[in-house]
């Protein structure tokens, strides 16, 4: 009996897993029988699908019992043993669709389809799928008909990637023929909302840090709230911040489940947003994470691979719609200014780089300053032609420019010389921006001014100003020798010369502040400073200065250096400096009056011997209350207290 049935099965050796495991299937039980009673009719069809490498089923008997090949095992998905079992019982989910189409064949009716779509239960949920198949009658002996043969293949995955390629064409079609980032973005969400049938969809921005995610807009289907404004990733937790940090894309099937986001802050935060799976695609630019596209749905979905794809090229599609139109806007407005420019002035020449075909198209102006024919700039040439007319000793320098603005993006600014036709160097300024789309160089628009002139005036200037201070310093130097030696041999007249000496290099050490400032003015701390640099040496513990640094006109930067060493003079002699222990505190402030500012300065002695009020007014005492309030065209006043000489001065600042 056991040879028997080993002889009969000798059909199915060497026909693959599906063949073993028909081998070692109880047929018993089922309508068909054992194998050692199939009719030669089944042994031949059985034999003929187990050794196709297309996926193959048949279908026998009364009850429609299951036979396929190895082929066609991954169909199946999840779903239990289907070797001998009912057709029907198999793919119940789906009978109202294929049950009809066995009946014909049944009935001697042979079909075909193409594309056909079927919604199956195959991997623990229902899922759209597509299938091109054809189901043939298969006769028995008696020339009835026995069973069922079909020939299947799964097109989902074409039919999913020709519906998603439509879809990319029709989006970029809308987004082509909008110019605002707002709408491109509102325009994406709901291309891709409907398309999914999901719940919401969101687009937006993430700042420097990758931390922080803005929202203007989101799409819904109308089953939960809009969410906008900014949100904190991290709130999502570490390893979903980490991943969306490194631009992968993030899939969850069912918040519930997945490990990454089913912590009970997790679900907390993905309850607030009413998601219970989601998609978002993390992008990536130059290194770091800048904007986001989500996907969320309501409830757990299993997502398919062509949905995440999907969703990956709208947020690449959207991002270079976006960029696209504010370079755009950005370029608009370049060329409003450009063209501003042009116009107010005849000195100004303008440039427009088209970096992807390197042609640089110019006007004469610029073509005259750069040497070139303006007939041939006018029709473009390349770059290395913007170049070949700067001077050597600055192109260089010109082209690390360019090369940044290009890299950065920041506005290109820059200074150097040209040579004409004729041989004639030109100072120019020359400022553009180089416009990036979808993160490629484009255009690079300008203007070159000639600032020949201008450099001419400053170096003229600069000469002149060097001259000056030259001068005026030798003729301070010749007054401090006629002084010195007026003075030499009188030497009763010892304290005379010293103060004369004191005064002359106060001034001189106001003057090196304002030489410094090429005499266009002086800080106020400067001159306080130089002023009491003599008198630093052991007290620089009891002199305070406090106050904010404050410009100070030319003329009352001398009246206030002189002020400042006549007090000084007076306290090393008599006042706080003249003991151990006393301290000068020179302090000053400003209050608005209009458009103008009012300083109030004080000096205010301490801790040094008791101070009497002096018999008559000094030389010193009048420079400063008189000279200094005309000078400063304001009130100035000594007070000599008990406890120390005062001086206070009020003035407008000019």
């Known amino acids: 009996m056991l040879d028997s049935v080993?002889?009969?099965?000798?059909?199915?050796?060497?026909?693959?897993?599906?063949?073993?495991?028909?081998?070692?299937?109880?047929?018993?039980?089922?309508?068909?029988?054992?194998?050692?009673?199939?009719?030669?009719?089944?042994?031949?069809?059985?034999?003929?699908?187990?050794?196709?490498?297309?996926?193959?089923?048949?279908?026998?008997?009364?009850?429609?019992?299951?036979?396929?090949?190895?082929?066609?095992?991954?169909?199946?998905?999840?779903?239990?043993?289907?070797?001998?079992?009912?057709?029907?019982?198999?793919?119940?989910?789906?009978?109202?669709?294929?049950?009809?189409?066995?009946?014909?064949?049944?009935?001697?009716?042979?079909?075909?389809?193409?594309?056909?779509?079927?919604?199956?239960?195959?991997?623990?949920?229902?899922?759209?799928?597509?299938?091109?198949?054809?189901?043939?009658?298969?006769?028995?002996?008696?020339?009835?008909?026995?069973?069922?043969?079909?020939?299947?293949?799964?097109?989902?995955?074409?039919?999913?990637?020709?519906?998603?390629?439509?879809?990319?064409?029709?989006?970029?079609?809308?987004?082509?023929?909008?110019?605002?980032?707002?709408?491109?973005?509102?325009?994406?969400?709901?291309?891709?909302?409907?398309?999914?049938?999901?719940?919401?969809?969101?687009?937006?921005?993430?700042?420097?840090?990758?931390?922080?995610?803005?929202?203007?807009?989101?799409?819904t289907d109308g089953t939960v709230a809009h969410h906008i404004g900014t949100h904190d990733l991290t709130a999502f937790g570490p390893e979903i911040h980490?991943?969306?940090?490194?631009?992968?894309?993030?899939?969850?099937?069912?918040?519930?489940?997945?490990?990454?986001?089913?912590?009970?802050?997790?679900?907390?935060?993905?309850?607030?947003?009413?998601?219970?799976?989601?998609?978002?695609?993390?992008?990536?630019?130059?290194?770091?994470?800048?904007?986001?596209?989500?996907?969320?749905?309501?409830?757990?979905?299993?997502?398919?691979?062509?949905?995440?794809?999907?969703?990956?090229?709208?947020?690449?599609?959207?991002?270079?719609?976006?960029?696209?139109?504010?370079?755009?806007?950005?370029?608009?407005?370049?060329?409003?200014?450009?063209?501003?420019?042009?116009?107010?002035?005849?000195?100004?020449?303008?440039?427009?780089?088209?970096?992807?075909?390197?042609?640089?198209?110019?006007?004469?102006?610029?073509?005259?300053?750069?040497?070139?024919?303006?007939?041939?700039?006018?029709?473009?040439?390349?770059?290395?032609?913007?170049?070949?007319?700067?001077?050597?000793?600055?192109?260089?320098?010109?082209?690390?420019?360019?090369?940044?603005?290009?890299?950065?993006?920041?506005?290109?600014a820059a200074e150097y010389r040209t040579i004409d036709l004729k041989g004639h160097i030109h100072w120019v300024l020359a400022r553009g921006r180089c416009y990036h789309v979808a993160g490629q160089p484009v255009r690079f628009p300008g203007i070159i001014v000639d600032v020949t002139d201008r450099k001419k005036a400053e170096e003229h200037r600069e000469l002149l100003i060097n001259e000056l201070n030259h001068r005026v310093k030798n003729t301070l130097a010749t007054v401090q020798s006629i002084a010195s030696q007026t003075l030499r041999n009188a030497d009763a007249m010892a304290d005379a010369r010293a103060a004369l000496e004191a005064r002359l290099f106060a001034l001189s050490r106001a003057h090196d502040v304002l030489t410094r400032e090429n005499w266009e003015g002086a800080g106020l701390r400067d001159i306080v400073t130089e002023a009491l640099a003599p008198y630093c040496h052991d007290r620089e513990n009891r002199l305070h200065v406090n106050g904010p640094d404050l410009r100070l006109s030319p003329r009352m930067a001398l009246a206030i250096a002189m002020a400042l060493q006549e007090l000084a003079t007076n306290a090393v002699k008599y006042g706080a400096l003249s003991n151990t222990s006393g301290e000068v505190r020179i302090a000053w402030s400003t209050v608005q009056e209009g458009n103008m500012q009012r300083l109030h300065l004080t000096w205010i002695e301490s801790g040094g011997p008791p101070v009497e009020p002096p018999r008559r007014r000094g030389f010193g005492t009048r420079l400063i209350e008189r000279s200094l309030a005309h000078d400063l065209g304001g009130q100035v006043g000594i007070a000599f207290e008990p406890m120390g000489v005062t001086c206070t001065v009020d003035t407008l600042l000019t």
Not at 248 to 275: C, M, Y
Request: net charge negative; hydrophobic share 40%; glycine share 8%.
């Open 242 to 412: 980490g991943a969306l940090k490194r631009g992968e894309t993030l899939v969850v099937h069912d918040v519930g489940k997945d490990s990454r986001t089913n912590s009970p802050e997790g679900l907390i935060a993905f309850g607030h947003l009413q998601t219970a799976a989601l998609v978002t695609v993390s992008l990536l630019k130059r290194g770091r994470m800048v904007a986001a596209l989500y996907v969320h749905d309501r409830e757990p979905r299993l997502w398919s691979d062509s949905e995440v794809k999907l969703v990956e090229d709208v947020a690449e599609r959207t991002w270079d719609a976006v960029e696209r139109a504010r370079s755009e806007a950005a370029l608009r407005k370049s060329e409003e200014r450009l063209q501003l420019a042009l116009e107010a002035s005849i000195a100004v020449g303008a440039w427009d780089w088209d970096i992807q075909s390197d042609q640089i198209y110019s006007d004469e102006r610029f073509a005259y300053l750069f040497g070139l024919d303006p007939v041939q700039t006018a029709a473009g040439m390349p770059l290395s032609r913007f170049v070949g007319g700067i001077h050597p000793e600055d192109r260089q320098r010109a082209v690390l420019a360019i090369d940044h603005a290009i890299a950065t993006g920041e506005v290109y």
């Open 6 to 219: 080993t002889q009969a099965s000798d059909f199915l050796v060497s026909t693959g897993d599906m063949g073993e495991r028909i081998r070692a299937h109880d047929w018993s039980g089922t309508p068909v029988g054992p194998i050692g009673t199939w009719p030669h009719s089944l042994r031949t069809a059985v034999g003929m699908i187990l050794h196709s490498k297309f996926p193959t089923f048949l279908v026998w008997g009364p009850e429609l019992t299951a036979f396929y090949n190895d082929a066609y095992r991954p169909i199946l998905g999840i779903k239990p043993d289907a070797l001998g079992r009912p057709f029907r019982e198999i793919w119940s989910e789906a009978w109202d669709v294929i049950g009809p189409i066995a009946e014909r064949a049944l009935a001697g009716e042979a079909s075909y389809f193409e594309d056909l779509p079927i919604v199956l239960d195959r991997n623990g949920s229902p899922e759209q799928t597509w299938w091109t198949f054809s189901y043939s009658p298969v006769h028995d002996e008696t020339g009835q008909i026995a069973g069922v043969l079909c020939i299947v293949h799964e097109t989902t995955s074409k039919v999913l990637g020709e519906q998603r390629l439509e879809f990319l064409v029709r989006l970029s079609d809308r987004l082509r023929n909008l110019h605002e980032p707002v709408d491109i973005i509102v325009a994406a969400q709901q291309m891709l909302g409907e398309q999914l049938g999901t719940s919401r969809v969101g687009y937006g921005e993430v700042e420097v840090t990758a931390r922080y995610f803005t929202t203007e807009r989101n799409w």
